[in-house]
């Protein structure tokens, strides 16, 4: 049985498969869940009210998207990934599994986000602040996230960039370089990665 919500306001030819809810009523004055036209959305997915995705959402299973999120077209978030809500995401991204984003981040546009990566939005420990203030990461169109690499707090990824696999991205990486290492080092992208991001899938 579907698990689907009144708040959701659905596109033509979407698949929303059992156990899965679209439009999570979160507190009682919340708004719908908005999806474009051919959203798949996989068991046992949720997605929050008050979130708003375009043309062509493909879910894995178990995935989180919480409220105040603004996803383009054609992104694939995948199984057991969490978006924490406030989230702004561009178009033809692709977040593999078990990926972590934490609220107030900035996606762009042909990203790609490799399994179990990690990123934060709090600089100060608990013991060390008297206020929450969460700053995320920017990352710019065509930025590629190796897999296990953790983004600290507001790190900007410059258009182009790569981030390898198991990376700490501690500070700013520029345009079209390639961060290695914990702590990471910023050296010049190859020559032979130096060109866009491919979409994973077309209209």
């Not at 919500?5 to 004055?29: K, T, W």
């Not at 992104?75 to 978006?83: A, C, D, F, R, Y």
């Not at 924490?84 to 762009?108: A, K, L, M, N």
């Not at 602040?129 to 969460?134: D, I, K």
Request: include cysteine; charged fraction near 15%.
């Amino acid at each position: 049985m579907n698990s689907q919500s009144n708040l959701a306001r659905l596109g033509e030819n979407c698949l929303i498969q059992p156990h899965a809810i679209v439009g999570f009523m979160y507190r009682p004055d919340c708004g719908p869940a908005y999806l474009g036209n051919g959203a798949v959305v996989r068991a046992y997915t949720i997605i929050y009210g008050d979130v708003r995705i375009g043309d062509g959402l493909r879910t894995g299973h178990h995935a989180l998207i919480r409220e105040f999120t603004a996803i383009g077209n054609y992104v694939l978030v995948g199984t057991s990934t969490v978006i924490d809500g406030q989230v702004e995401i561009g178009d033809y991204v692709s977040i593999q599994t078990r990926v972590y984003i934490p609220s107030h981040t900035q996606i762009g546009s042909y990203v790609f986000i490799g399994p179990g990566a990690v990123l934060t939005n709090d600089k100060y420990p608990l013991r060390q602040r008297a206020t929450y203030q969460p700053l995320g990461p920017v990352l710019a169109d065509h930025v590629t996230i190796g897999a296990n690499a953790t983004l600290l707090p507001g790190v900007k990824i410059g258009e182009g960039s790569m981030v390898a696999a198991g990376a700490v991205v501690t500070a700013d990486v520029p345009p079209w370089s390639l961060a290695v290492g914990a702590p990471a080092r910023v050296q010049p992208l190859p020559a032979h990665l130096r060109q866009p991001n491919v979409p994973i899938f077309k209209e």
